[in-house]
């Protein structure tokens, strides 16, 4: 088999497998969630006291845009925003308890996903696999 067949039939499996971890992420205790909604928990739960402006730049997205997602999950409970101590006409966001539960959850699925890829690979492939992400997704 030649190898850029070997390539994209390798990408293939490994969409797969992306596929599979989302859809544990929307069923379950988290179904009533979209990933979107999911992403932004996880980015505001990454990245404490963070402002509608930083998470738009993290995202590369429209400020407007994040906004209709945070009112969103203020609406639902899940993020309070908070008057920025240091500068009055800035706001913070944070989880609330029920966006901390709904954090929890969410780990615990990447938790689950880590454990099966530990118990596969060594340590050694599992520094190479990162190792090879960072450098075709041209991270750090």
Avoid: C, W
């Avoid at 709904?102 to 190792?131: G, P």
Wanted: glycine fraction near 2%; charge should be positive.
């Amino acid at each position: 088999m030649n190898r850029e067949l070997e390539l994209v039939e390798a990408m293939d499996k490994l969409s797969e497998l992306t596929r599979e971890f989302q859809n544990q992420l929307i069923t379950g205790d988290l179904k009533e969630y979209t990933l979107r909604q999911l992403y932004y928990i996880e980015l505001i739960n990454k990245n404490q006291d963070i402002s509608v402006s930083e998470l738009s730049k993290i995202l590369n997205v429209k400020k407007s845009t994040v906004s209709v997602a945070i009112n969103q999950l203020i609406d639902l409970g899940i993020v309070i925003k908070t008057q920025s101590k240091t500068d009055k006409r800035f706001y913070q966001l944070k989880l609330t308890p029920k966006g901390e539960s709904i954090i929890n959850k969410h780990m615990q699925i990447h938790k689950n996903t880590i454990k099966n890829i530990i118990e596969i690979l060594n340590t050694e492939e599992i520094d190479n696999f990162i190792k090879i992400v960072k450098k075709i997704t041209n991270t750090p």
